[in-house]
C-alpha cells in the first residue's frame, strides 16, 4: 500500500510540474530570440577555451537558447532558435522531439549546433524540416565546465553542444528531433 501511495504522490508531482510550466504556445518574437541567442553564445564562448575559435570557423551556428523537455511516461520537447551565417541573422527556427521509455519531470537545455562545411549547411537549407539522425547526425562534444575545445580535431561537419542551466555540458542525444524553419 505504502508503495502504491508513494507512486501516485510521484505521478501527481509530476503532472503538476508539467502544467506548472510555461505554455510552448507563447511563442517568442525574434528580438526575444536573438537576445537570447546572443546571451547564449556569450556565456559558451566565456566558460569554453576555443569555442570562439570554434565559432568563426563554423559556416553557420544554429542556436536554441532554451529546449524544454517534459515527461511521463510519454515526452515531448519543444525550443525556438536562430540561425547565424556571416555573423547575421539567418532564420528563426524550432526543435521539436518526443520520447518514449521511463521517464518523469520537467529539463530545460540550450543547443548550439555548428556547420563546419559549406555542403553540411547547405543539406540543412535544403530540407524542409532537418531530422537529427535521419537526414544529418550531429557529433555532440562534451566538456566539462572551464573545459577547452581543440580545435584541430574536430572534423565533423555538424558538431552540437548540450548546455544545462548551470553553463554545464552534458551528454545527451538529439536524436530524433525534428528542426523546422519558422516566421518570425
Known sequence: MKSLTTSLL???????????????AEAAT?????????????????QIGGARALANKAVGI?????????????????????????KKPAGY?????????????????SVIIMFMTRDALDQFYSLQGFKIGVDASVAIITLGAGGSIDTDKITQ???????DPKGLMYN?????????????
Open 10 to 24: 510521484a505521478a501527481f508531482l509530476a503532472c503538476t510540474a508539467l502544467v506548472s510550466t510555461p505554455s510552448l
Open 30 to 46: 525574434a528580438e526575444q530570440i536573438e537576445d537570447d541567442v546572443n546571451e547564449t553564445l556569450h556565456s559558451f564562448v566565456d
Open 62 to 86: 544554429l542556436v536554441f537558447p532554451s529546449i524544454v523537455k517534459a515527461g511521463f511516461g510519454i515526452g515531448g520537447e519543444y525550443g525556438e532558435g536562430m540561425l547565424i551565417v556571416d
Open 93 to 109: 527556427y524550432n526543435i521539436v522531439g518526443a520520447s518514449f521509455g521511463f521517464q518523469l519531470g520537467v529539463q530545460e537545455r
Open 157 to 163: 561537419p555538424v558538431i552540437g553542444f548540450v548546455l
Open 172 to 184: 545527451l542525444t538529439l536524436e530524433g528531433s525534428k528542426i523546422t524553419k519558422i516566421d518570425r
